[in-house]
């Protein structure tokens, strides 16, 4: 496979790296945890199921101090970089448990504060989407980005209310509501977390039914030594590619002017030489923040997911500005592409379109970090698939060329 792939140090310094001129990037998107607890039980979450437990000792609701002080910290960020614009993510836990006008009350602050564009979108599992919170979105043009794993079937297997009861009815009705007219422009996209026990075209199709602008499929989220689901290192079978590949075949053919596959799209983005813009595959640094509840400052919450205390930084909005987190190890760690991947990886044919995978997904408790995906023989087949299908398109294009 001809895919360009960058140049990368032989060893990781940071002292040298930072010693040697290299500077790190500063943050393009703040994701805000503004509350801490969901209406959920969904037994595969990575805030509350996994190895990372700190959820518990966090305040329920992020105060509106520390709000405030989040706002001056974004808006100090952003002018020290000059940045054309900011994308703040409100985020929990479930973010609308903390209500209408908590929400409206944050999107305000920050927008006065950074004095310069500001992309709000809400990541909500869609139980209490309604018009009250669509209204307030649709006057402050917030957008809504909605969980649903695929139709009732497919999403019972794990996101259920703690009692048991089916979540799925209530967020159809969010959605065919976040479809209407007055709402359609607010409708951020689906995400849908992997379960390969269900039927991949049907899972799909139950997606597409409410027509949104982005569907984003997910890997559960596992690494070396908590393996996910159905995905054992090691072992032969790519069960994630043989699910992904039906899709990408009739998304690819029929369904890419209708809506987007984030995954699918990025992809064909890095085999055409491009830049990837997720942290999910590519070799693009990675240029977001977190605050907690409580106003610390933290690296991808999905870190949560490996070992307690692994997206954590000593850094807190009332003492520390974001460009403090910038020369933390583990952010310059995100930053650095190639430089901070496996050697397996480096010698790989895919290297710059896997990019080694989703960073949680590489870690093992003997050797941190710097490993392959857990997913890697489910990468490798997937690019090499979308790749084969770019290159029989351009050959037949050629083919055509010279017959006329």
């Not at 001809?2 to 001129?21: K, Q, S």
């Not at 609701?61 to 001056?72: C, G, H, K, N, P």
């Not at 009332?318 to 952010?331: G, H, K, M, Q, Y």
């Amino acid at each position: 496979m001809d895919i360009p792939r960058p140049e990368f140090p032989a060893t990781l310094d940071v002292e040298a790296l930072l010693g040697g001129g290299w500077r790190p990037l500063p943050f393009h998107q703040f994701i805000l945890k503004i509350y801490s607890r969901c209406d959920l039980h969904c037994d595969w979450c990575y805030v509350y199921e996994h190895a990372d437990q700190s959820w518990r000792s966090q305040p329920r609701r992020m105060s509106d101090a520390i709000v405030d002080r989040t706002a001056a910290r974004i808006a100090e960020h952003a002018k020290a970089h000059d940045l054309p614009e900011v994308t703040v993510v409100l985020h929990g836990g479930e973010p609308l448990l903390a209500g209408a006008d908590m929400i409206a009350r944050t999107v305000r602050t920050i927008r006065a504060a950074v004095e310069r564009p500001v992309k709000a979108v809400v990541q909500t599992n869609g139980v209490r989407l309604d018009e009250t919170f669509l209204d307030v979105f649709a006057e402050l043009d917030i957008h809504v980005g909605v969980s649903l794993d695929g139709d009732q079937v497919a999403n019972d297997r794990h996101r259920l209310f703690a009692d048991g009861r089916s979540s799925y009815p209530q967020v159809e009705n969010a959605l065919r509501l976040l479809g209407k007219d007055a709402y359609r422009h607010l409708f951020n996209g689906i995400l849908c977390t992997i379960d390969v026990r269900n039927p991949a075209i049907a899972t799909y199709e139950a997606l597409l039914e409410f027509d949104p602008p982005t569907v984003d499929f997910l890997l559960p989220h596992g690494n070396w030594s908590s393996p996910p689901p159905f995905r054992i290192p090691n072992e032969a079978g790519v069960p994630y590619a043989d699910f992904l590949i039906p899709i990408f075949d009739r998304f690819y053919r029929t369904e890419r002017k209708r809506t987007d596959v984030r995954l699918f799209t990025e992809i064909i983005r890095l085999l055409v030489g491009g830049k990837s813009h997720t942290e999910s595959i590519g070799l693009s640094p990675v240029l977001m923040a977190v605050v907690e509840t409580n106003g610390a400052i933290q690296q991808s919450d999905i870190l949560k997911s490996s070992y307690p205390g692994a997206p954590a930084t000593p850094l807190h909005v009332l003492t520390d500005p974001f460009d403090a987190a910038l020369t933390e190890p583990a952010i310059i760690a995100r930053q650095l592409g190639a430089g901070a991947l496996a050697p397996e990886c480096r010698g790989c044919e895919v290297m710059s379109v896997c990019g080694g995978g989703l960073y949680a997904h590489r870690y093992d408790e003997q050797s941190g970090f710097m490993n392959r995906s857990v997913y890697c023989p489910d990468l490798l087949a997937l690019i090499r698939h979308i790749h084969r299908t770019l290159e029989a398109d351009l050959a037949a294009v050629r083919s055509r060329k010279s017959d006329s």
